[in-house]
């Protein structure tokens, strides 16, 4: 397929869940969904590459999902350091550069030293973006772009959208045009509150691990259908 870049949009943003539940359905524990689903994250970050989508926000692991048991948390922790690592060959093929949000702070040290090196390792590529978000939330992003504001000394005067915008984590990425989120729930659960403000909304009730290139491409074709208004008319 030929990208064409008026109708596809530059920044996708994907909720990757029903890790748990494709697991549970087949009798098999938890980490296994979320072993399938790194799977189904290569897959669909080529496909998106091949669409011409310019950058790809996938959620990995959210501030509230701390609150899940510690043996899941530890695996999840445990996948992303080892998949980072692993990925290098997958990343520099298609010149795919590899950045984070979230509060790298709070990460266990080597998951935190990895992020780095990949960020690192990948920043003269200049395929698509693949922004992980890791240890992210929403809210949180804003808590933190606000206080580098004031540790920068900026003023309740100078106070505006752009003050926010310009210090999240990433101001060069664009607010989010289309936002996906599978496994059949439908929230935001946190996820890039800010850059969602106008984004256009796509649920799937296919859980995450049966998710392929098919998908993305019924997703992509529905945002070409969407009438983007910003609050004006047409
Ligand atoms: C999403 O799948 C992956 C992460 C949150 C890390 P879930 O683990 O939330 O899967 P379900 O929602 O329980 O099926
Ligand atoms: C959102 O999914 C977080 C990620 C996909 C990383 P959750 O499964 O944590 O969200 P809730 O708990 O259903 O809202
Ligand atoms: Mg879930």
Not at 23 to 33: I, T, V
């Amino acid at each position: 397929m030929t990208p064409d870049n008026r109708i596809i949009p530059a920044h996708v943003g994907i909720i990757m869940d029903g890790n748990g539940r494709w697991a549970r359905k087949r009798g098999l524990p938890r980490s296994s969904g979320h072993k399938e689903g790194l799977e189904t994250a290569k897959r669909i970050v080529a496909h998106a590459s091949d669409s011409g989508v310019s950058c790809l926000s996938l959620y990995a692991f959210s501030t509230e999902n701390w609150r899940r048991a510690e043996d899941e948390v530890n695996f999840l922790m445990g996948l992303i350091k080892t998949h980072l690592r692993k990925q290098y060959d997958f990343y520099k093929e298609r010149g795919l550069r590899v950045s984070h949000s979230g509060d790298l702070t709070k990460l266990p040290p080597k998951v935190r030293e990895e992020i780095l090196l990949v960020e690192d390792d990948t920043k003269s590529f200049t395929g698509m973006r693949v922004n992980l978000l890791i240890n992210y939330g929403g809210r949180d992003e804003i808590v933190r772009a606000v206080k580098r504001y004031l540790v920068k000394g900026g003023s309740p005067d100078d106070m505006n959208e752009e003050a926010i915008s310009s210090n999240l984590d990433h101001p060069d990425i664009s607010e989010l045009d289309l936002l996906i989120r599978t496994g059949g729930e439908l929230r935001l659960s946190n996820f890039l509150i800010w850059q969602a403000a106008y984004a256009e909304l796509f649920f799937s009730d296919v859980f995450w691990p049966d998710w392929t290139s098919k998908h993305l491409d019924e997703a992509l074709a529905h945002y070409k259908k969407r009438q983007r208004r910003f609050g004006g008319v047409t």
